[in-house]
């Protein structure tokens, strides 16, 4: 036993050697200078203009600063709520582009649609435009070869990784476990923010990494997302942002991390990857539409709204600096907007795992004589990519409605409204790709895939940066199958007068360890627009409501006090009878849309209850929610 137990110190000594060894200055300015000589400086095109593509939203973006001055300020903003949209203005705004494009993003995956993106960047560069790509370390483009590549692609492309530990960019699982020993700090401080900009005059923003299932291109799970695209002199604002980032000594070029320029001094640089299309006749039809003015202009530059009181607030990177920064931070700004609402707030996050700053703010609102109403939208168990996450809200349920008031809709895993056939019993078969053979045992993970319907693993945000992630970051088995879907929009609404899309899911990590970004409008019009997209994620069809659950006909008062002192314990949470619980809303003549609230009399008559976790077929994975609850106070800081 004492020999067995030497040699696992002994490798794991060796694996913390090998995993903090670095390069020596010569060392890596050889690789820089491998991937800097391979760089072509052939530019396709000599038009003053790049030979961008001609496009209304630019035409836009040219209106708004025409029409702006610095004591009025002119901007149009357009809520992309679909997926294939959001992918669409994407690529048309990188086409468009005649001097820069600075792409900001915390996922970068290389399936279809994030290979489509890698494709119009790298043609974007060879055009002569000027291409900054900057990816934080855990969640993005995970192969070596890939990030070699575009480093030494063009001189025109640059790629640059953030607040890498361990002199990295890729971190295999070993490695993150060295990581998480040595370097638990640095390594859950995470780069949140997610921007595209072109030419400093176009913005997007929003919740979107670059992944298929953010854009409903994924066949088994795909997420209910909201990103804004934003015209005018706010974009300045953004460019700000980008470059305070761009140039922190915290995002550090690919070509110089240790790992990248070992490939590249061992390897040489590679041909850019260009793997094939999943589908590709579903990426031919989208690029159809790129290029059609008149569709464009429908879908995004005549809904646009003209729209006044705009700002962009964005963590800087002195966030992750141990000493004090002397920014004020995003999620401060939101709190205050929060703090100021008189008559309702319309607040949509996908984890409701609130910091402790905010469940005060939250319960002195409630605590006002007339408070506003507070309506949250957020993810069920059935729908959440981030299980553990939602174990430690279902922790808190009590605490969300008795004491900050919240009327709480959690999302449907097959919502009404679904962009796509979910169906009944599974998903449509034309999706779904022929079945290969295996000429191999299946693997572990590729086993639970299988066990619940899936073929592809979504990835969490929350589940990403974290070691306590569900088994192969899956989420919970449902009791039917099909294309499901799960929340991601972070959006808040306060008093239909003020609208915010961005990135911060109004939890602990936004608040303190990862930086994060949004565009808030003061606009009565985009108030309202926004609270209407919101209030749709809540409409009967597409959320059950968490109401109160009828009390226990024996001692009820004991029920409840056992309740709340489980729930205040900071180990064991073990009482199985919570506060609150789901239910669906059923229609009738009594019973007219819009539902009445949980605190409103009528509420039950109006509604039935369907269990603490509809549609989940529970298994083993009620004793583990059960479980994680006991443990809610000590990891919501890292979820």
Not at 257 to 276: E, M, S
Not at 516 to 526: G, K, L, R, T, W
């Amino acid at each position: 036993m004492k020999a067995i137990r030497g040699r696992v110190l002994l490798a794991l000594a060796a694996l913390l050697l090998g995993g903090c060894a670095t390069l020596s200055p010569q060392q890596r300015d050889h690789a820089a200078g491998i991937a800097v000589a391979a760089r072509s400086s052939q530019v396709d095109c000599t038009q003053a203009d790049a030979c961008a593509l001609a496009s209304p939203l630019r035409a836009l973006g040219e209106r708004a600063l025409a029409d702006s001055t610095p004591a009025a300020p002119k901007h149009y903003a357009r809520i992309l709520d679909g997926g294939p949209d959001a992918l669409l203005v994407r690529i048309h705004m990188i086409r468009s582009a005649r001097r820069s494009i600075d792409l900001q993003t915390y996922i970068f995956d290389e399936d279809d649609s994030a290979q489509l993106v890698l494709d119009e960047l790298q043609a974007a560069a060879f055009r002569g435009v000027k291409v900054r790509l900057l990816i934080d370390q855990l969640s993005a483009l995970k192969k070596l070869d890939t990030l070699a590549a575009f480093a030494s692609v063009h001189a025109n492309f640059e790629v640059r990784v953030y607040n890498p530990v361990l002199d990295r960019a890729r971190l295999s699982t070993p490695m993150y476990a060295v990581a998480a020993a040595c370097c638990w700090g640095k390594l859950n401080r995470r780069m949140h923010n997610k921007l595209l900009l072109v030419d400093d005059m176009l913005g997007v923003t929003g919740g979107r990494n670059y992944q298929d299932d953010y854009y409903d291109w994924d066949a088994s799970y795909n997420f209910r997302d909201r990103d804004l695209l934003i015209a005018g002199p706010v974009a300045r604002d953004m460019a700000a942002n980008f470059a305070a980032f761009w140039q922190s000594p915290l995002s550090v070029p690919a070509e110089r991390l240790g790992d990248v320029a070992r490939f590249l001094q061992a390897n040489g640089v590679p041909a850019p990857p260009h793997r094939p299309y999943r589908k590709p006749e579903r990426v031919q039809a989208l690029l159809a539409q790129v290029a059609d003015e008149t569709l464009i202009r429908a879908r995004f530059v005549e809904p646009a709204l003209a729209v006044q009181g705009v700002q962009f607030i964005g963590d800087l990177p002195d966030k992750h600096v141990d000493e004090v920064a002397e920014s004020v931070q995003a999620g401060v700004v939101l709190q205050q907007l929060i703090a100021s609402a008189r008559d309702e707030v319309l607040l949509q996050t996908p984890y409701l795992v609130l910091s402790k700053p905010a469940q005060r703010l939250f319960r002195g609102l409630h605590r006002q004589p007339d408070p506003p109403r507070v309506r949250v939208s957020t993810n069920s168990l059935a729908s959440t990519d981030a299980f553990i996450a939602y174990a430690i809200s279902y922790k808190y349920k009590r605490r969300y409605l008795r004491d900050f008031g919240f009327e709480i809709h959690e999302f449907k895993p097959f919502p009404a409204d679904a962009p796509f056939d979910a169906g009944p019993v599974g998903a449509d078969l034309d999706e779904l790709p022929p079945p290969r053979p295996r000429q191999r045992r299946p693997t572990l993970r590729e086993r639970r895939l299988a066990e619940r319907g899936l073929r592809s693993a979504p990835v969490s945000e929350a589940g990403r940066s974290s070691p306590f992630a569900s088994p192969g970051g899956l989420p919970v088995r449902l009791k039917r199958a099909g294309i499901r879907m799960g929340l991601h929009a972070k959006s808040m609404v306060v008093d239909e007068a003020v609208g915010v899309v961005g990135t911060h899911n109004f939890d602990p990590r936004g608040d303190t360890l990862n930086t994060e970004s949004a565009v808030v409008i003061a606009d009565p019009a985009f108030a309202r627009a926004l609270a209407a997209s919101i209030r749709g994620d809540m409409a009967p069809g597409n959320a059950w409501t968490i109401g109160r659950r009828d009390s226990s006909p024996v001692l009820p008062g004991i029920e409840f006090t056992l309740a709340r002192v489980s729930e205040r314990m900071p180990i064991f949470d073990l009482w199985p009878v919570k506060y609150a619980t789901s239910y669906e809303f059923v229609s009738g003549p009594d019973c007219p849309l819009p539902p009445p609230s949980p605190f409103d009399k009528d509420f039950r008559r109006c509604h039935t209850p369907v269990g603490d976790f509809p549609e989940v077929d529970l298994g083993l994975k009620w004793l583990g929610v059960r479980v994680f609850t006991a443990f809610g106070s000590g990891l919501s800081p890292i979820l």
